[in-house]
């Protein structure tokens, strides 16, 4: 009962075609192995007032077998929110691993903040109150951050996208993975403009450009995966 309640957020805007698939595979492959501590933060997360914000459990679990795959140890978010996302990296990369992570609201990550500290992974964590785009220029204003880094995650305002896209390039490492969040927005970047909901409008356009943008990127590889509310992935060459 406890992981169904939480499931209708994921549910409302995933892209599989219906709610007792989403569900079939939430229960089979992603809840068994869902550490306690994100079930914990992840039940917070459905109390506030724009739980829809909060990281898809099926795409967090994607993000961890990222994360194992390439051995990252040096990872920055942009976008923190309440932390699903942001624990779940800190509990996969190893105990002297780090992470830059970056939001305008710390109120919203004070939400999750008491189950990182419970789980003994907060020392991982530098996080960092403000707006994305100047924390990244300082860093990069260091030419010793250029290229030290394992893997991004990015899940903040879209219309920045591009811009972090630049950044993030110069900070990862040959070899390093940028993963981009809400890609497909609800699957409204294949629909007719007149059926698009008024409220979604703007952002579809945004994730339209961005898309195209990313598909002739010759300095990544891509692949755009329909999980959660779409994710893509780019391996920096």
């Known amino acids: 009962m406890e992981n169904k309640a939480k499931t209708t957020t994921y549910t409302d805007y995933g892209l599989l075609q219906t709610p007792e698939l989403y569900e079939y595979l939430l229960e089979t492959s992603v809840y068994p192995r869902e550490a306690k501590p994100l079930k ?12 829809f914000m909060g990281a898809a459990p099926d795409s967090g679990q994607f993000l961890a077998f990222i994360l194992k795959l390439i051995n990252a140890k040096k990872t920055i978010e942009i976008g923190v929110f309440t932390g699903y996302s942001l624990l779940l990296t800190a509990l996969t990369i190893p105990d002297d691993g780090k992470i830059t992570a970056i939001d305008v609201d710390r109120s919203a990550y004070e939400i999750g903040l008491p189950v990182i500290e419970k789980a003994g992974v907060k020392h991982k964590i530098n996080f960092i109150e403000s707006q994305a785009l100047p924390v990244l220029d300082q860093l990069l204003g260091d030419p010793a951050n ?20 630049e950044r993030v390039l110069e900070l990862l490492k040959p070899g390093g993975v940028v993963i981009y969040d809400n890609t497909l927005w609800g699957g409204t970047v294949a629909m007719a403009e007149e059926l698009v909901p008024e409220g979604r409008m703007m952002v579809r ?10 598909g ?5 590889q891509i692949s ?6 779409g994710v893509t992935i780019c391996r920096r060459l």
Request: no cysteine.
């Open 146 to 165: 250029k290229e030290t880094f394992d893997f991004a995650f990015v899940d903040a305002d879209k219309e920045n996208y591009k811009n972090y896209h």
């Open 216 to 220: 002739t990127d010759g300095r990544v």
């Open 40 to 51: 914990e933060i992840r039940a917070l997360t459905s109390t506030h007032s724009q739980s």
């Open 205 to 214: 356009d945004v994730a339209i450009e961005f898309n195209k943008y990313l």
């Open 224 to 229: 755009q995966v329909p999980l959660g509310d």
